[in-house]
């Protein structure tokens, strides 16, 4: 756990990283160096700088313009803001165009800004390290898709086997095939058919990345019906996902432009999207897909951390920064979650990643109405863009937070994370919140208190000790709340003085 002796505004220097795409220019600005990268600020303005660059050759005039327009107001802002650091980054479309260095130029001059042009290896690896950022275990294939180009590669752990940078661009695409998407797959057969290594992504997991997948899965989501409107780390099987976008690659425009949260200026590009994500699935056959919204910014981001915040859990390090903004102390939710063990004896690594967060996290919402504190604790720890965290598993912690704060569950806010999860998962992480609950009701929150009681459960009843003539214990909720989780886990509850 980080050293909390280090103030909330040493963290929280901001950096930003400035990404000049080949169809949007990006800036992002992160509250600080921190193992979870937190976007406080994010502005997007679409240039197309790489239309018409795959019959050109150059980068689009109409675009420069914008894009010189954007650079000179993200340079306003950004000194305003008072940056810690500032990575300005240009990817494919400058890469290869052949007046792209003279556009570098110009926006030094005009701007200011030096313009790193990555490499095709670079952007693959930033993209690569963007999902790792997130996911630490991933283990397959990240796809990049860009306006400009696709970046694949094979990632386990931080060893990168294989990758690729192809001119597959979105922008590319449309424009060498028309938008026809049979001469579109043709293109694409003759780019994927020159990299072997992509059938060994066979049996593991496809990282989708990029503006254009992410508006694709938030087509699948809403055909599906699906109960969790969250991008990041959004699931489908290889069968779904072909299934889903064969579909998807036959709707028309007025029908994409319907569905909720779809930009406007993604839905010429979505069939040509869905196309080439379902032939990556064809050829690499993984078992699963997985959406990331995490990419190359993020991977520069963490590409430039320190070691010891790298190796830090994201889940629990974002979980502890949002304790410490709370004005709470984390340690306290590790000593709950140490004095919460015996009620869990049998709890694998996963599971009890997910019970130190519920921890860490249990009186992050305590500003709220207590009216509403239960569904703003749920619905926040839903919604909140936690790294590393699969969708049952981000349904789970809302539910324990949830029941941390209220024992019935007689509203449908929370219907939809009840849909995700099985009768052992719900009944596991209620006793988490009636846990969190009882540990409140003996300490107030206040440290040090909780170490002078002790939890123990044994096979009919749930033993709480408490030291004899300690005056913190004499009165207080806790009884009840000792005997509402004992009845939950089946288990008489007993008091007893040591």
């Known amino acids: 756990m980080p050293d909390d002796s280090t103030t909330l505004a040493d963290r929280h220097r901001p950096i930003g990283v400035i990404d000049i795409g080949s169809n949007s220019v990006r800036l992002v600005v992160y509250s600080g160096v921190m193992r979870t990268p937190i976007p406080i600020y994010n502005e997007k303005s679409t240039c197309a700088l790489g239309r018409d660059l795959e019959s050109t050759g150059k980068l689009n005039p109409g675009g420069i313009k914008k894009a010189l327009q954007i650079l000179g107001r993200f340079t306003v802002l950004i000194e305003a803001m008072g940056l810690d650091r500032l990575d300005v980054l240009g990817t494919a479309a400058i890469r290869d165009a052949s007046d792209g260095k003279k556009f570098t130029e110009l926006v030094e001059k005009e701007t200011g800004l030096s313009v790193k042009v990555l490499s095709g290896k670079q952007e693959a690896q930033r993209s690569a390290l963007g999902v790792l950022c997130g996911i630490p275990d991933a283990n397959g294939m990240v796809a990049d898709l860009g306006g400009g180009s696709l970046e694949l590669v094979d990632v386990q752990g931080s060893d990168f086997a294989h990758h690729a940078t192809l001119p597959l661009g979105t922008l590319r695409l449309a424009d060498s095939s028309g938008l026809d998407l049979d001469k579109a797959l043709e293109t694409i057969n003759q780019h994927l058919d020159q990299e072997a290594w992509i059938s060994g992504v066979k049996g593991r997991t496809v990282y989708a990345v990029g503006g254009a997948w992410r508006a694709l899965a938030r087509v699948c989501i809403a055909h599906m019906n699906y109960p969790l409107h969250v991008l990041d780390n959004f699931t489908l099987t290889r069968p779904q996902a072909q299934s889903l976008f064969g579909l998807i690659s036959n709707l028309g425009p007025q029908t994409l432009e319907k569905i909720r949260g779809v930009d406007k200026s993604r839905l010429q590009a979505l069939p040509l999207a869905a196309t080439m994500l379902g032939r990556l699935l064809e050829v690499g056959q993984p078992d699963n897909l997985v959406f990331s919204i995490y990419g190359m910014r993020e991977g520069q981001f963490y590409k430039d951390l ?193």
């Open 306 to 498: 320190p070691n010891a915040l790298k190796s830090e859990d994201p889940l629990i390090s974002a979980a502890e920064e949002l304790c410490r903004v709370a004005g709470r102390d984390p340690r306290l939710g590790h000593e709950a979650f140490d004095w919460l063990a015996p009620l869990f004896p049998d709890e694998t690594k996963v599971q009890a990643r997910l019970r130190l967060a519920a921890c860490v996290l249990r009186d992050v919402y305590w500003s709220e109405h207590p009216d509403f504190r239960a569904e703003q604790a749920f619905l926040r720890v839903l919604r909140l863009p936690f790294m590393g965290l699969e969708h049952e598993d981000r349904a789970g912690l809302a539910l324990a937070l949830f029941y941390r704060y209220r024992t019935d569950d007689t509203t449908p806010t929370i219907d939809q994370a009840h849909t995700m999860l099985d009768e052992a998962r719900l009944h596991r992480v209620r006793t988490i919140g009636l846990g969190l609950r009882l540990a409140y009701s003996l300490t107030g929150g206040a440290p040090g208190i909780l170490k002078k009681a002790k939890l123990d459960m044994g096979k009919a009843a749930v033993t709480l000790s408490l030291p004899a003539d300690d005056a913190v214990f004499d009165g207080g909720s806790y009884p009840k709340r000792l005997s509402r989780l004992a009845s939950h886990i089946d288990r008489k509850d007993i008091i007893q003085q040591v």
